[in-house]
């Protein structure tokens, strides 16, 4: 019963709650794993990420130009990658919340940014989905630090700006960890909200004019020009609300909207 469930969990020692957490934790791991690094998320999750860095950058971030402009930054690995590790910003991306990949960003602090190794398949679709997501916190973080001198202070400027330009993933309380070691996505979810919360709380207006630009006029025009086409209306209603559908004489292009 219920009842007894409740009192055999209220007996439990420290020592076996761990270990009862971290089987429990398994299956969430696994789902993450699986939809993190699968190729189609390291393709879509950039696009989405220019949308949400368009309307959430405090320094000016220009969808494309500046992902390409990161993309080269963190293929060089030169002294703006450096200062880029060294500020912390690599820690926020979702790729890196595992305590061998803390490891190995503090290595290549302390020996240098040397190219890295891919060892086996799985680490050739983490390498891949970090790249990804890297270039469009770099680009903000090149933004941020201007080309003044490099000071402790532009460095915390420059990370935390990186860190906040999509979602921060290494951001939340102890409770908020507990439960997402057994609900996959809990924090992301919870960071989304609050980060669209505080950007429009602080640029109300800015955020206002650049979340209709870039994601309600598309859509909203996007409708007008699709609504009376029967292919449109044969699509299932998630792919609408996920994508934004460009009809062709001859193919269906989806577009990933930002969560």
Known sequence: TSEELYRGMMSLDRETMGVLTRILSIPAKMLRAGAVLAP?????????????????????????VDF??????????????????????????MVSMDRAYLQKNIRQIMEGPIPGLVRNPLELLRAVSALGERATRMGE???????????KEALVRSGVAAREVTLDFARGGAQTRAINMIVAFWNARLQGLDKIARTFH??????????????????????????????????????????????????????????
């Open 68 to 93: 390409v402009r990161g993309l080269f930054e963190s293929i060089k690995r030169g002294d703006l990658y450096r200062d880029f590790l060294i500020s912390g910003a690599e820690h926020s991306m």
């Open 141 to 151: 973080f090149r933004l941020a630090r201007g080309a003044g001198p490099v000071t």
């Open 40 to 64: 189609e998320f390291s393709l879509r999750n950039p696009i989405r990420d220019q949308f949400m860095a368009f309307v959430q950058s405090k320094y000016g971030y220009t969808p494309g």
């Open 202 to 259: 602080e640029r109300p207006v800015e955020a206002t004019i650049k979340s209709a630009l870039a994601i309600t006029a598309p859509s909203v025009l996007l409708y007008m020009a699709n609504r009376k086409d029967p292919r449109w209306q044969q699509l299932p209603q998630i792919q609408k609300d996920l994508m934004w559908i460009v009809l062709t004489d001859e193919h269906i292009y989806r577009i990933p909207k930002p969560f």
